[in-house]
C-alpha cells in the first residue's frame, strides 16, 4: 500500500483551500498513492482556537455534502482511498467527523471524534458533539484502516479496541501547534501505539500559523515495529509519500505475542 498524507496551509477562503486539496489529491494519485489522508478540518481554519458563538453551527457541514461531493467524484477518478476531517453538521448536532470514501467514489463510513478536549486555543467542547460511530475499522481494497482524530489517540483503550478489531493501519488527521509536546512525546505516543498494536500509524498534522496558533505539520508514519520510516518537514507544505508492507502487521511482536497473551478475563470493565 502507497499511502499519502496531505500536510497544506489553511487560509480563510474556503473554496481555494478545498481546490488546492483536490489538487494534492491528483497530484499524490499521480506518484501511485492508494490512500490519501488530509489533517483535521484541512480546508477551514481550526475554529476552536475561540469559544464557539450562538451562530457556530453555520460554519458546519453535512455528510453527503458539498466537500465530500467533491472528493468523491475524484476518488472514483483517481482509483485512490480519500480520508478527510470536516466539521460536520447533523441536525442541531456538530461532529468533529472523518469520512473515508472509497476508491469507487462511495462513502464507506465515518469516524467521529469520541473524545471531546477544551482548553486554552483548543476549546473544543463548545463545538463537537462526542462521536456516536463507536470504534470503525473499515475494510478496502488495499487494507483495513482505521481512524483515531486528533485527541482520541492520547487514548490507549481507543487504539487497542483498533488493534482488536484487526485494523492494519491508523490513521491520525491532527491539529498540532508548535511547542504543544516537548521532547518529541507526540511521536513517542504514535510509536508507541505501532508497537504494542501491531499496525502501521500516520498521522497527517495541520501546518501554518493562524490566530492563536502556529500548526508545526511533521506529519510521520510509524511502522509495527514502532519506528519512524516517513517524516515531513516542519512549517513546510507537502505531500508525503509512503509505502507500506502490510506483511509487517502479521510479522509484529503485537500480532505474535501481545495480543495473543492477552488476559481479558482479569482486565473488568475498565478497559478493552
Not at 125 to 145: A, W
Not at 167 to 181: D, K, R
Not at 234 to 261: M, P, Q, R, W, Y
Amino acid at each position: 500500500m502507497r499511502i499519502a498524507l496531505i500536510q497544506q496551509k489553511s487560509t480563510s477562503d474556503k473554496e481555494y483551500n478545498i481546490e488546492k486539496g483536490l489538487n494534492a489529491v491528483r497530484e499524490a494519485a499521480n506518484k501511485g498513492a492508494n490512500v490519501i489522508c488530509f489533517a483535521e478540518l484541512a480546508f477551514t481554519k481550526f475554529f476552536p482556537q475561540k469559544s464557539a458563538e450562538k451562530n457556530f453551527l453555520e460554519l458546519a457541514e453535512t455528510i453527503p455534502g458539498p466537500t465530500t461531493d467533491l472528493f468523491s467524484e475524484l476518488a472514483k477518478e483517481v482509483g485512490s482511498v480519500i480520508i478527510l476531517n470536516l466539521f460536520e453538521r447533523y441536525g442541531d448536532k456538530a461532529y468533529d467527523t472523518s469520512p473515508i470514501i472509497n476508491n469507487d467514489g462511495k462513502i464507506l463510513g465515518l469516524t467521529r471524534m469520541i473524545h471531546i478536549t477544551d482548553y486554552t486555543c483548543f476549546h473544543e467542547q463548545s463545538y463537537y458533539t462526542p462521536g456516536d460511530t463507536d470504534i470503525p475499522v473499515h475494510q478496502t481494497e488495499f487494507g483495513k484502516i482505521g481512524i483515531a482524530i486528533c485527541y482520541d489517540r492520547h487514548y490507549p483503550e481507543y487504539m487497542r479496541a483498533l488493534a482488536l478489531k484487526g485494523v492494519e493501519i491508523v490513521f491520525v488527521p491532527q491539529a498540532g501547534a508548535v511547542g504543544e509536546w516537548p521532547d518529541g512525546l507526540y511521536e513517542a505516543e504514535m510509536r508507541v501505539a505501532a508497537f504494542q498494536n501491531g499496525y502501521y500509524t500516520a498521522l497527517c498534522n495541520r501546518v501554518g500559523e493562524e490566530e492563536c496558533l502556529n500548526f508545526a505539520g511533521e506529519s510521520f508514519v510509524c511502522n509495527p515495529m514502532g519506528e519512524v520510516i516517513a517524516r515531513a518537514k516542519s512549517g513546510t507544505e507537502e505531500i508525503l509519500i509512503c509505502d507500506v508492507d502490510l506483511f509487517a502487521v502479521n510479522e509484529s511482536h503485537a500480532k505474535k505475542l501481545f495480543l495473543k497473551n492477552r488476559r481479558p478475563e482479569l482486565y473488568g470493565n475498565w478497559i478493552v
